[in-house]
């Protein structure tokens, strides 16, 4: 049963068109983290916040640091963490994820990183982030499938989309293969990329 907090986020959002998990990717990323029982967890994009306190909700031993660029997002994300009591295990930071010193997030590492920003530049997130991460850590990438985008051609798709879904389908090529991690993509929600660094 949802909280009826939850349910006036995903209102709000559906209103103001801001991107937030579906509610088949959320439970899933909930269960996946469920097991994990990461103490610590990056997140790359808070928007206003949706996921950030779904994982803190389920997980109350749980400390996060999620990052977000937009002003309108970063500040109404910062009003909802606190309307739910968890501004002792959120930290919010607004900057361009790919522009923010390391020192900032770097004092100790975390045991997941969840990548919810621009589609186009994940491979530049991953790359930035994982370092972060302890061995035996995952990360988890949402939107993976770009609503069916990655499955079509090219010059099927609107000009304006067309480096992100190619950006997006090498990132996910790259990392299936790379030696460094076990990578699975699963079929939920929009996609979700699991990554267990080795």
Same mark, same amino acid.
């Given at each position: 049963?949802?909280?009826?907090?939850?349910?006036?986020?995903?209102?709000?959002?559906e209103?103001?068109?801001?991107p $937030?998990?579906?509610?088949? +990717?959320?439970?899933? %990323? *909930?269960?996946?983290?469920? !097991?994990?029982?990461?103490?610590?967890?990056?997140?790359?994009g808070?928007?206003i916040?949706?996921?950030?306190?779904r994982?803190?909700?389920?997980?109350?031993?749980?400390?996060?640091?999620?990052?977000?660029?937009?002003q309108?997002?970063?500040?109404?994300?910062v009003?909802?963490?606190?309307?739910?009591?968890?501004?002792?295990? $959120?930290?919010?930071?607004? +900057?361009?994820?790919l %522009? *923010?010193?390391?020192?900032? !997030?770097?004092?100790?590492?975390y045991?997941?990183?969840?990548?919810?920003?621009?589609?186009?530049?994940?491979?530049?997130?991953?790359?930035?982030?994982?370092?972060?991460?302890?061995?035996?850590?995952?990360?988890?990438?949402?939107?993976?499938?770009?609503?069916?985008m990655?499955?079509?051609?090219?010059?099927?798709l609107?000009?304006?989309?067309?480096?992100?879904?190619?950006?997006?389908?090498?990132?996910?090529?790259?990392?299936?293969?790379?030696?460094?991690?076990?990578?699975?993509?699963?079929?939920?929600?929009?996609?979700?990329?699991?990554?267990?660094?080795?």
């Amino acid at each position: 049963m949802k909280d009826s907090f939850i349910i006036e986020m995903e209102e709000y959002a559906e209103k103001h068109h801001v991107p $937030i998990m579906d509610s088949g +990717a959320i439970e899933t %990323l *909930l269960g996946l983290l469920s !097991i994990q029982k990461p103490d610590r967890i990056l997140e790359i994009g808070s928007a206003i916040g949706y996921s950030a306190i779904r994982m803190a909700l389920t997980l109350p031993d749980t400390f996060i640091t999620t990052i977000e660029r937009d002003q309108d997002r970063y500040s109404k994300a910062v009003d909802y963490i606190k309307s739910a009591g968890l501004t002792d295990r $959120i930290q919010i930071i607004e +900057a361009d994820a790919l %522009l *923010l010193e390391n020192e900032i !997030i770097a004092d100790e590492p975390y045991n997941a990183l969840f990548i919810d920003a621009a589609k186009g530049q994940y491979k530049r997130f991953f790359e930035k982030y994982t370092p972060f991460v302890s061995p035996g850590g995952v990360i988890y990438c949402d939107n993976m499938f770009l609503h069916g985008m990655v499955l079509r051609e090219d010059k099927e798709l609107p000009r304006r989309k067309r480096t992100m879904v190619r950006n997006l389908k090498s990132f996910t090529r790259w990392v299936l293969s790379h030696p460094d991690y076990n990578t699975s993509l699963l079929p939920l929600g929009d996609g979700i990329l699991i990554a267990i660094k080795k």
